[in-house]
């Protein structure tokens, strides 16, 4: 088991788990350097702050991130903050205007859908994603409550996924505003789970290049569910761009068997973890 694990959710965004709850999984699992890292919300982090003892500090270390959406042609990826203070005044108002953006874009969904012949989803997603931040999952799953979707999957794979109706990645900022978010908090920004973006290799090391001139210092090298090979390939892309390499499971719900906290392969002897820069 992984000691490691720099990518995790909580009900703060489409996680299942309280971060409580995420924290004793973690460290039943032998976890000792947890990073939790919702979607574009700290809320998690400030909770903690506010129950210091409901967790054991000497059997597991806390690290403060996030996981900022941002754009890159047109887009959707993934830009994790690691390390960064949550309390910081760049972080709060990046959050607000993350927020705000995310509520404006169920809207925009919900207009799409309905020109489907759906009803109006808004209240729906907006109740399930409760204090959190609302996202595409909580659309999801209100479609499957409705009964106007036999499944999560479905909802992705024929509304809501990459290249369909429902996915609106115009909204977001660019890499270079989510990078200077991050390093402003004094944090490292961490390229997420660069092999899940559909595009040809060629396309892929364009985004590199773009990061790293956006100032990106990190990727994602071992993610959770992750085929093999793919480690060795991200190393080479660390090599090249001279990036640190970070591991996570980007854990959400203990329910989803394919994705367990602490779990993701190997990390490759060459890679220099993004550790070493906290
Ligand atoms: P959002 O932050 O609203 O853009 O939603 C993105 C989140 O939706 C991802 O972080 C995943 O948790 C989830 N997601 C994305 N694609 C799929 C999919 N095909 N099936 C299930 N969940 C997905
Ligand atoms: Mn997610
Ligand atoms: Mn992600
Ligand atoms: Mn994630």
């Given at each position: 088991?992984?000691?490691?694990?720099?990518?995790?959710?909580?009900?703060?965004?489409?996680?299942?788990?309280?971060?409580?709850?995420?924290?004793?999984?973690?460290?039943?699992?032998?976890?000792?350097?947890?990073?939790?890292?919702?979607?574009?919300?700290?809320?998690?982090?400030?909770?903690?702050?506010?129950?210091?003892?409901?967790?054991?500090?000497?059997?597991?270390?806390?690290?403060?991130?996030?996981?900022?959406?941002?754009?890159?042609?047109?887009?959707?990826?993934?830009?994790?903050?690691?390390?960064?203070?949550?309390?910081?005044?760049?972080?709060?108002?990046?959050?607000?205007?993350?927020?705000?953006?995310?509520?404006?874009?169920?809207?925009?969904?919900?207009?799409?859908?309905?020109?489907?012949?759906?009803?109006?989803?808004?209240?729906?997603?907006?109740?399930?994603?409760?204090?959190?931040?609302?996202?595409?999952?909580?659309?999801?799953?209100?479609?499957?409550?409705?009964?106007?979707?036999?499944?999560?999957?479905?909802?992705?794979?024929?509304?809501?996924?990459?290249?369909?109706?429902?996915?609106?990645?115009?909204?977001?900022?660019?890499?270079?505003?989510?990078?200077?978010?991050?390093?402003?908090?004094?944090?490292?920004?961490?390229?997420?789970?660069?092999?899940?973006?559909?595009?040809?290799?060629?396309?892929?090391?364009?985004?590199?290049?773009?990061?790293?001139?956006?100032?990106?210092?990190?990727?994602?090298?071992?993610?959770?569910?992750?085929?093999?090979?793919?480690?060795?390939?991200?190393?080479?892309?660390?090599?090249?761009?001279?990036?640190?390499?970070?591991?996570?499971?980007?854990?959400?719900?203990?329910?989803?068997?394919?994705?367990?906290?602490?779990?993701?392969?190997?990390?490759?002897?060459?890679c220099r973890p993004v550790w070493e820069l906290f």
């Amino acid at each position: 088991m992984n000691k490691y694990d720099l990518h995790s959710h909580t009900v703060f965004s489409d996680g299942s788990l309280s971060a409580v709850a995420l924290i004793d999984l973690a460290i039943e699992r032998g976890v000792t350097h947890l990073a939790i890292t919702d979607h574009d919300t700290v809320a998690a982090h400030l909770q903690l702050a506010q129950n210091k003892d409901c967790y054991d500090g000497d059997k597991i270390c806390i690290i403060k991130g996030v996981e900022f959406s941002a754009q890159w042609n047109n887009m959707g990826v993934h830009i994790v903050g690691l390390n960064i203070d949550v309390n910081s005044p760049v972080i709060e108002t990046a959050v607000a205007h993350q927020t705000q953006l995310r509520v404006q874009r169920v809207k925009t969904i919900a207009k799409k859908l309905m020109q489907r012949g759906f009803p109006d989803i808004t209240e729906g997603a907006m109740k399930l994603a409760g204090d959190g931040q609302v996202g595409r999952p909580h659309i999801a799953q209100h479609m499957v409550d409705e009964g106007l979707v036999p499944s999560m999957a479905q909802a992705f794979n024929k509304y809501l996924g990459a290249g369909k109706v429902g996915d609106i990645s115009s909204v977001w900022p660019d890499l270079e505003q989510v990078v200077e978010w991050i390093k402003v908090a004094g944090g490292v920004a961490v390229l997420a789970h660069p092999s899940r973006y559909k595009m040809t290799r060629t396309k892929r090391r364009r985004l590199m290049a773009d990061y790293s001139d956006a100032g990106g210092q990190a990727i994602e090298v071992c993610a959770g569910n992750q085929v093999p090979g793919v480690a060795e390939e991200m190393a080479a892309i660390c090599e090249e761009f001279d990036f640190h390499a970070s591991v996570g499971s980007d854990f959400h719900n203990p329910d989803y068997q394919w994705v367990r906290l602490g779990q993701y392969p190997k990390l490759p002897k060459a890679c220099r973890p993004v550790w070493e820069l906290f």
